[in-house]
């Protein structure tokens, strides 16, 4: 199995001390992200119904609040009458819960879980457009009972594999994913200087923090778009040069 593990990736900064368990603070980024990509497809899709529909609700209350300065356009753009326009609004309204229902739904199912749409869609607002192939192999990397999807159990447990791991042989694509996330606290698919060094902080201490923030930052960087983030951990070691006689 591939990895994307380099020489600045989790084993060259491995704590003196040996491996470390999850800590508190990773445990519950980590179930943050976990809800965020559990259903993110489904979600999005119910999300973009959602947008037309507030923008008309919108508008539609500004009509309400004068009606002299505001008009309401049907679909075929004729001015719409008071009584037209208070249907639509309630119309809009029911529309709106039963999308905002269904959200709810997902984000409150016990059993929700990862799937490859999830992850392909997911990645792909994060800037990095994914192969099936890389995508399937993201999800066996994390997949214990082989259904093809991760449950939140099979992540942490990935999770603690790879920040325990002292040997680099263990498989990180999801990983790197998942850990750009956890840093990630808005969910603005880019991650800021200042909450990534608390995560460090917490794991590393301060004697590693600066080695830790220069290899994703570098000098003076206060931000990190994902693809610049997987460059930085997955940077590999240079060839060894052949010195001939």
């Known amino acids: 199995m591939a990895t994307l593990r380099g020489s600045s990736g989790l084993a060259e900064i491995m704590d003196d001390k040996g491996p470390q368990e ?50 309401v356009l049907d679909v075929e753009g004729k001015v719409m009458t008071v009584e037209e ?13 039963h999308l905002e229902n269904k959200i709810a ?24 457009t994914s192969t099936t192939a890389e995508i399937h192999e993201m999800i066996w990397e994390a997949d214990e009972d082989l259904d093809q999807h991760i449950s939140w159990e099979e992540l942490k447990d990935l999770f603690q594999r790879c920040i325990t791991d002292k040997t680099g042989l263990e498989p990180t694509n999801l990983f790197n ?38 290899v994703l930052f570098g000098n003076g960087k206060e931000e990190l778009f994902f693809m610049d983030y997987l ?15």
């Open 177 to 214: 994913v998942v850990q750009f996330m956890t840093y990630d606290k808005e969910f603005r698919c880019k991650i800021k200087a200042d909450d990534t060094m608390a995560m460090l902080f917490a794991r590393y201490g301060k004697a590693k923090l600066e080695k830790q923030m220069k």
């Open 22 to 71: 999850m800590n508190a603070q990773e445990e519950k980024e980590l179930k943050r992200v976990f809800d965020h990509l559990a259903g993110f497809s489904e979600r999005k899709k119910l999300t973009s119904q959602m947008k037309p529909k507030r923008e008309r609700k919108a508008m539609i209350e500004n009509f309400k609040k004068n009606f002299e300065a505001t008009r």
């Open 231 to 245: 460059a930085a951990v997955t940077k590999r070691p240079p060839a060894p040069t052949t010195v001939t006689k």
């Open 85 to 97: 326009v208070n249907k639509e609004y309630e119309n809009l309204q029911k529309d709106m819960e």
């Open 105 to 128: 739904s997902i984000n409150s199912n016990p059993a929700k879980r990862i799937s490859s749409k999830d992850l392909y869609d997911c990645l792909k607002a994060l800037g990095k």
